[in-house]
């Protein structure tokens, strides 16, 4: 990889060969990979980029860490749309917003975006076996990509994973194993298992190129908004994994030169489980939390990739904002209404955030915005409905549609 | 529209002009629209759609049946994935199969095409409202598109539609009505409503644009496969009208020389409800059935969309194939564990009709076949659990690990 320079630790500095199974450092610090800008500048251009017809994560190959000879994955991941949400902006007052739907990936969020890279990467390891825990999107995306390469899947969920997560993984073939524990201890033995049997390892905090897939959202909604920065970008924080890659794309084109400002993050956590927006909020080292929270995906008391998380923010003079369950079944409701776009509980976190910032006069009024949507509703459809609430329900007569209307107060225009 | 001619009744020729409320014939006959195809001709080439950057179904407009002015609806709809599907196709004995995956839709199944038509010409009719009935994925798909365009649905539901459609309606901020009933009390209901109070009708067999819209899928598929037509396409049948579009699509290709081959068409029915397939393989006029599948979106006894189905199979010397929940349940798992691609129900048994005519030997061994998969599994979670089964519980020890692998007779690689 002749655009790849080496891992280099985030705690200690220590640099690695990038070779295709790197994993943390010696001293336990996360790897990132660090790249040769000017070699990157020499390779790739705007105009080359806007000629490209792969409408995938793959079309950003030049700022991505495999081999040339390293083919696209089978699922088509990536380059997901970029909606304008005229009336949601109105709404919370702010000048422009976009939504960016990662719902519409092959397995339905943004991990796809990883987990592709899990399968490019594994296959240039010779790996036959990828493994990894997950609190339900990482697992399911990972099951899928791998089924698509033909690789085959061993997968540590925590027993609270939403039904339809745990459906995805069972149809894509994975060996799923559902850990009676908090997202911690199913951590713990998805590590002991890949150390016995050697699995290649797709946690995402441990193997130090799945941010650099995640990144791959940050670069397209640069490409998408024809280079021009927004003021801030929101998105939900679980593990610590995407924020930092968003950051990381957004880093590598501004180091390339394709974009001249770096927007700020909207960092939002659910308000039951918040570990690293409060240390950012007390400016202290972060403290493991209790899971407290409906939105799965985000539960995540013992953040793995806390430094990269932390470092993100503060590096973009991001916002931290909490949500609470109501706040964030609120948000699923107002993207459905106001944009066709059905998200995930921890998926739609980050608008919510950004509306909770919005009511609070934190956000510029002048602000162009993107809301980064990292899940699709239909991932856990019985916290939807607890959000949404039921339909009227009857019989098939006229009569009773009436009286129903009538009894609701609903005025048919 | 200068590229339409008129509507026309498929029963008894009758033409209309192509107004953007049209709905059916005065002698009950469901209306196709017609186009000027040497004016196509004229306005589209192959270099011309090559030269492209509108990865949605809007790419195809000289092949749509809207204005010029009319604005492409705001969810990115279509150009969805066609996968080449190696394994797969060496499981079933044929030379190569494509696996098209219209579950990344925007509301996660095929139906959004008619959907984002519907709404199409209701802006153009002026509409505020639109209204439906549907057993599910028409409902949601609409109540999605509308709400990105800023209009209002009624949706009518039978009580039998899986909770994920439910939800996906609720958050869009549709009014919902869930009817205690069959489809067809469903859709007597949405129709007297839609008469009572002038909403735009987006009932499929009603409205003859939103066949036009599910057409698209036939255009991409053929575009993908650089103009090449495969030798047959499988495809789940219920209403009739996704066949019939499919078709519509395949044969305005042929009209205008973009293909020089029509494909024979796969329709597959639920074993438990095929009014469709009965009335070809008994070469007699199709009956009314119960609606006993699990695959809820093709469970519709009787087909509103009957005239057209029958005359897209008949015509393109397709074959029938009914499938039972077993064999479309087998056939998730097959296609997830072969493609990682995960589809519903109702969405799958395209594929388990063609595994099925395969092993019966009526598909040629040389064949390339496409196989359409209409929606994604997350909206039936609860069958595709049925149908995948559960996953091993476990406490986090290592120790009850490898009890449980034992048990199962799992041999780690």
């Known amino acids: 990889m002749k655009h790849v320079l080496y891992g280099k630790c985030v705690k200690c500095g220590k640099t690695y060969e990038a070779t295709p199974n790197l994993t943390t450092c010696e001293c336990g ?15 790739l251009t705007k105009e080359k980029l806007a000629e490209r017809r792969n409408n995938s994560m793959w079309r950003y190959r030049e700022l991505l860490p495999v081999e040339d000879t390293t083919a696209d994955t089978p699922l088509r991941v990536g380059w997901s749309p970029l909606y304008e949400a005229d009336r949601l902006a109105a709404e919370l007052g702010i000048k422009k917003l976009y939504v960016k739907d990662d719902g519409v990936n092959p397995t339905a969020s943004l991990k796809d975006r990883a987990s592709a890279m899990a399968v490019a990467k594994a296959r240039e390891a010779g790996a036959k076996v990828i493994a990894c825990s997950s609190t ?17 899947t ?3 969920v925590p027993s609270r994973a939403p039904k339809g997560k745990v459906a995805q993984l069972m149809t894509f073939g994975a060996t799923v194993i559902s850990v009676q524990g908090s997202y911690e201890e199913t951590f713990e033995l998805s590590e002991a298992a890949i150390d016995k049997w050697g699995w290649y390892n797709r946690n995402a905090a ?75 909020a007390e400016n202290k080292p972060w403290h493991p939390m209790e899971e407290n929270t409906l939105a799965d995906s985000i539960a995540v ?35 459905g209404r106001t944009c066709g776009v059905f998200g995930e509980p921890a998926g739609v976190a980050g608008s919510a955030g950004l509306k909770k910032l919005c009511e609070e006069g934190k956000i510029e009024k002048d602000a162009t915005v ?44």
């Open 370 to 413: 993107v809301s980064v949507v990292t899940g699709n509703g239909l991932k856990d459809v019985a916290n939807a409905i607890k959000a949404c609430g039921e339909p009227i329900s009857i019989p098939g007569r006229m009569d009773l549609l009436l009286e129903e209307f009538d009894k609701r107060g609903i005025v048919v225009e």
């Open 29 to 43: 610090g996360i790897l990132d990979i660090v790249y040769d800008y000017d070699y990157i500048k020499s390779q």
């Open 154 to 156: 061993y997968i540590f």
């Open 206 to 280: 441990i193997n130090p190129y799945l941010s650099e897939g995640k990144k791959t959202v940050g670069l397209e909604i640069m490409e998408q908004l024809q280079w021009k920065a927004p003021d801030y970008i929101a998105i939900s924080v679980g593990d610590g994994c995407t924020i930092a890659g968003l950051w990381k794309g957004l880093k590598d084109l501004y180091a390339i030169g394709f974009i001249d400002k770096l927007p700020r993050l909207i960092s939002a956590q659910a308000a039951g489980c918040c570990p690293l927006n409060r240390a950012i």
């Open 136 to 152: 339900g999107n990482a697992a399911s995306s990972l099951a899928g990509n791998a089924a698509a390469a033909g690789l085959k």
């Open 301 to 335: 008391g013992v953040p793995r990739n806390a430094d990269k998380a932390l470092m993100a923010i503060r590096e973009s003079n991001g916002l931290v904002v909490n949500v609470t369950d109501e706040e964030i079944m609120a948000a699923q409701k107002l993207l």
